[in-house]
């Protein structure tokens, strides 16, 4: 199975909006409704951001949000904030019942 | 509150056996709401889904990774473990155990992760 491709690096200053994709195919993001993303601070284990492509879990800022167009996910970060810099993940559930993240996207905060 | 905690040798050799245990705590492992899972991260890379267990044993693994992984649980003590056999300095990562709500499409609680060193 190949990994998603995200952007390598994304950027922004504080307060604006930001948003990172990830681009499967139609066996994996397009097929499914089981996208997730990911945020991980250096040193720190990945914490679930989104999962069913929009869904957030208890707890989780709602300036985080997500949306699937086609093979595409994407998420946005609205009121960037610099707590938000980080590696960003997406993952999806593929056609094989196996799991498929992308290659990750680092996000500054300027 | 539950929490996973990974255990195991922070050096393998090469060709050796590479063997961790996640012991859950706060919560049944055998709860038959939840899979639980394998993921690694080499030095400077991303995240990479190794294989995921459900409590009856049904298995779920990477392909790429599949012939030399095996992922087991044991209820009784309640743990689930990983085996990646022949390993190599690309088996060098962080290893984190984590668990899957309903389906193995998302992680939702994960351990902290250990550090594994394939080295001479």
């Known amino acids: 199975q190949s990994a998603l491709t995200q952007p390598a690096s994304v950027s922004g200053s504080p307060g604006q909006s930001i948003t990172i994709s990830c681009t499967g195919t139609?066996?994996?993001?397009?097929?499914?409704?089981?996208v997730s993303w990911y945020q991980q601070h250096p040193g720190k284990a990945p914490k679930l951001m989104i999962y069913?492509?929009?869904n957030r879990p208890s707890g989780v800022s709602h300036r985080f949000s997500g949306s699937k167009s086609g093979n595409t996910a994407s998420l946005t970060i609205s009121g960037l904030q610099a707590e938000d810099e980080a590696d960003y993940y997406c993952?999806?559930?593929?056609?094989?019942?196996?799991?498929?993240f992308g290659g990750g996207t680092k996000l500054t905060v300027l | 509150q539950l929490q996973l905690q990974e255990s195991g040798p922070g050096l393998v050799k090469p060709s050796e056996t590479l063997s961790l245990t996640c012991t859950v705590s706060?919560?049944?492992?055998?709860?038959?709401?939840?899979?639980w899972g394998w993921i690694r991260q080499p030095p400077g890379k991303g995240l990479e889904w190794i294989g995921s267990?459900?409590?009856?044993?049904?298995?779920y693994y990477n392909p790429s990774l599949k012939s030399r992984v095996t992922i087991s649980v044991d209820t009784s003590k309640n743990q689930f473990s990983l085996k990646l056999s022949s390993v190599t300095a690309a088996d060098t990562a962080v290893y984190y155990c984590?668990?899957?709500?309903?389906?193995?499409?998302?992680?939702?609680?994960w351990g902290q992760g250990t550090t594994v060193t394939v080295s001479s």
């Open positions: 984590a668990r899957h709500p309903f389906t193995i499409s998302r992680m939702d609680v």
């Open positions: 706060g919560g049944s492992i055998s709860s038959s709401s939840y899979y």
């Open positions: 267990i459900y409590y009856s044993g049904s298995t």
């Open positions: 139609s066996s994996d993001v397009g097929g499914y409704n089981y």
């Open positions: 069913e492509v929009s």
């Open positions: 993952s999806s559930y593929t056609s094989s019942s196996t799991l498929v």
